[in-house]
């Protein structure tokens, strides 16, 4: 199966490999742009992710809540004892405050979405377990 390469179809820039700390909390490589950084005066956040076939984050929470807003490729998005759904540009996720979860690409596709950070002032997000990789095979 063809791997679906949208490396540099990306509307926002693509940005730089995770820096160090970041990079552990994650299976695969994933790119970081930050569109609104987090010493705007706004009470949010927005960076652009573009994750490599495969990649994916651990579950993790963010105090405040998160809004995904998908601008290509195909990925995943599962929120704890929920079945993962499956992501394509225009999907828009909602994920409230305190809820654990993880997003990433499909294992045949690159994945860019927005992350709007809402409330960072409630606290950075907990990072925790990996997705179990008989998890992650099983998913299309």
Known sequence: MMKLDLSNSAIFPKGEP??????????????????????????????????????????????????????????????????ARELHAGDVVEIPGRVKHWHGA?????????????NPKAGPAKWLEPVKQEDYKMLG
Not at 47 to 76: D, K, S, Y
Not at 110 to 117: P, T, V
């Open 106 to 118: 499909a294992k045949d596709s690159w994945f860019i979405h927005l992350a709007i950070e809402v």
């Open 18 to 83: 995770l820096p160090e700390p970041l990079r552990k909390n994650f299976v695969g490589q994933c790119y970081l742009a930050m569109i609104v950084p987090g010493n705007s005066p706004l009470e949010f956040l927005i960076a652009n992710e573009t994750f490599e076939p495969g990649c994916r984050n651990n579950w993790h929470i963010h105090p405040g809540g998160q809004i995904l807003l998908v601008t290509g490729g195909r990925g995943w998005y599962q929120e704890k004892r929920k079945p």
